[in-house]
């Protein structure tokens, strides 16, 4: 973990607040992730880590603060410009379609990709029908190099629907990566798997940060698996943070223990 090289402020929340109705979701958050880094977030159930990463990815906008990516500061950030910008996230609860096979799911997550494409090819060549089926191929191409890298070779026609849930959450990654993100935001990636699943999907995680140069931004629930793979920790409760550190600053830190020891409520 100490060798890789870690580089620039990517992504710089600052002062987010979030509320829902009476519900303060996230109260004046500020952190950064720097790139090539795999940066956790961590707290208790309803601490506000999934509504966190859903204001960076432009689904909730916060009442208050601002969200800056490679030194571009946004108010609100914009799903569909968020995904161009090459932020890509995975969902807590799986968002496949479970009828369609592997190789069909993750190609949508080309699908952006593909459309822009198809729109400057028709700009520069509008009868280039013969190069937008190479275009395809190369997206084709792309999707099996996935498939390979997550060893999922023998499923690639398989209803993701009739896999087992740890390979679900490999394809739900796949999906992801088929975007070449420059940030990936997993939401709880491992969680309802075994022992097994969880430590594939961290070799993955890494395997990814390390290959690929992926910043990744982590939620999960698993001290364990945070402690392993993360660079620096974000400890979220009750919307508010309360450490910020090195796994091992974060693990030491009186508040944090007592947040999960569930001893400061
Ligand atoms: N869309 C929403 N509408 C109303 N309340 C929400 C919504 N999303 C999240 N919340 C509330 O915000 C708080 C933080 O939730 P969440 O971000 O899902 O926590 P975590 O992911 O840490 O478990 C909770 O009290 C939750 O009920
Ligand atoms: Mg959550």
Redesign the pocket.
Known sequence: MTSKKIGDVVLDVRNISLR?GG?K?LTDISFDVREHEVRAII?P????????LNCINGV?QPQDGSISFRGQTFKHMNSRQVAEMGIARTF?NLALFKGMSVIDNIMTGRNLRIKSNLFMQAIRNPFGIGGAQKEEEAHREFVEHIIDFLEIQAHRKTPVGQLPYGLQKRVDLGRALAMEPKVLLLDEPMAGMNLEEKQDMSRFILDVNDEFGTTIVL?EHDMGVVMDISDRVVV?DY?KKIGDGTPDEVRNNEEVISAYLGTSH
């Not at 159930?45 to 966190?52: E, I």
């Open positions: 829902f519900v979701a707290g159930n309803g601490a506000g880590k999934s509504s966190m909730y807590q939620i979220l919307g």
